[in-house]
Nanobody, 127 residues
Framework: DVQLVESGGGSVQAGGSLRLSCLLSGFTYDMYCMGWFRQAPGKEHEGVAIIESVGATTYADTVKGRFTIARDWTRDIVYLRMGSLKPEDSAKYYC??????????????????????WGQGTQVTVS
């Protein structure tokens, strides 16, 4: 099985930066598709960033140019570096993994149902 543990959340002022980490453990060798999602109270689950095994990345329009997703294969960690944070970025951020999600059509890659493994989330609050 695969376990995901997020860390790095916290409170920050608008315009500030945070780096979230997602540590993978278990049978991770074929977790080819990794994503960060977020959910704010009263709002729908939202895809933020995706990284494929070859390193290709995709971002939601709302974070493009401000957030960067990266994967360290040697340490089994996926990062989400967030800059120029806005109050509307406040949410609980979740790391997700799947073997096949990135093989889906581009629109389907944002579907949370395509991801088999999830972490517990880390809270980000921007004021």
């Amino acid at each position: 099985d695969v376990q995901l543990v997020e860390s790095g959340g916290g409170s920050v002022q608008a315009g500030g930066s945070l780096r979230l980490s997602c540590l993978l453990s278990g049978f991770t060798y074929d977790m080819y598709c990794m994503g960060w999602f977020r959910q704010a109270p009263g709002k729908e689950h939202e895809g933020v960033a995706i990284i494929e095994s070859v390193g290709a990345t995709t971002y939601a329009d709302t974070v493009k140019g401000r957030f960067t997703i990266a994967r360290d294969w040697t340490r089994d960690i996926v990062y989400l570096r967030m800059g120029s944070l806005k109050p509307e970025d406040s949410a609980k951020y979740y790391c997700a993994a799947d073997r096949f999600a990135c093989l889906k059509e581009p629109g389907s890659r944002w579907d949370q149902n395509e991801y088999h493994y999830w972490g517990q989330g880390t809270q980000v609050t921007v004021s």
